[in-house]
């Protein structure tokens, strides 16, 4: 097994059952637990573990929100073939609204170019894709830019969604649960997520299999509010099943 390949799997395992020790690894991937040690050092400063005593938990369980430029890499396939399957909900024409996120900024890059669409966004990365673009007419909410998501939150934003409605909002999130819905480690980002959601007619979640079963510090939605769930088919149909029977259709692209 190649370093890269250790490495991924280690990360699987520590974000699976929340935390991972040296010395199973070792015996576990059959190296030292020096290899193993060095391996968890590396995958902290990609900011993807936090080394603990005796071995390492996935910043997820930390309530640690990683840089936009951190996650972009991150379930790179996942995101790709969930981006695909969301734009099937896409309309024909209308407008939709882009959350903030990196699997949102892969479906701002997959937008059709022959298809006349209105798009509000707050994300600067969705923005900066989509400017160009002849078939889109663009509209960029206001607001103070949060560093780590590169969204704008604050009562501008949250003044100007009260004037539209859209077809569809394409919403981000950290954390979905069964009881907890939707969840995010930012107050005012759950603001204004609560407000996309309130601003259109359906709303369709885009999250890769590692947000299921994680609960961030504020609320967004509960799963009664939301209309589709893509994700990818890496997340158990068991849990699929559970989301589905709280409200919202589920997709595993």
Known sequence: ?????????????????????????????????????????????????????????????????????????????????????????????????????TTTIRLA?????????????HALPVASLLATRPNITLHVLGGMVRGRTLAGVGPWALRALQDIHADVAFLGTNGITVDEGLTTPDLAEAAVKRA????????VVLADHTKFGRADFAHVASLEQIDTVITDSGLEPEFAEEVEAAGPRVVRA
């Open 1 to 101: 097994m190649y370093a890269t390949e250790r490495q991924q799997e280690i990360l699987r395992r520590a974000r699976e059952s929340g935390r991972v020790g040296v010395k199973e690894l070792a015996e576990m991937l059959d190296v030292t637990p020096e290899t193993v040690r060095r391996d968890l050092t590396l995958l902290e400063r990609r900011g993807l573990l936090r080394r603990m005593h005796g071995g390492a938990i996935p910043v997820e369980r930390l309530g640690i929100e990683p840089a936009v430029s951190d996650r972009e890499g991150r379930m790179a396939g996942e995101k790709e073939r969930i981006a695909k399957a969301a734009l099937d909900e896409v309309p024909d024409g209308g407008a939709i609204i882009l959350d903030a996120g």
């Open 196 to 203: 996309l959601v309130a601003a259109s007619q359906r709303t």
């Open 109 to 121: 890059e997959a937008l059709p170019p022959d298809r006349e669409l209105i798009v509000v966004t």
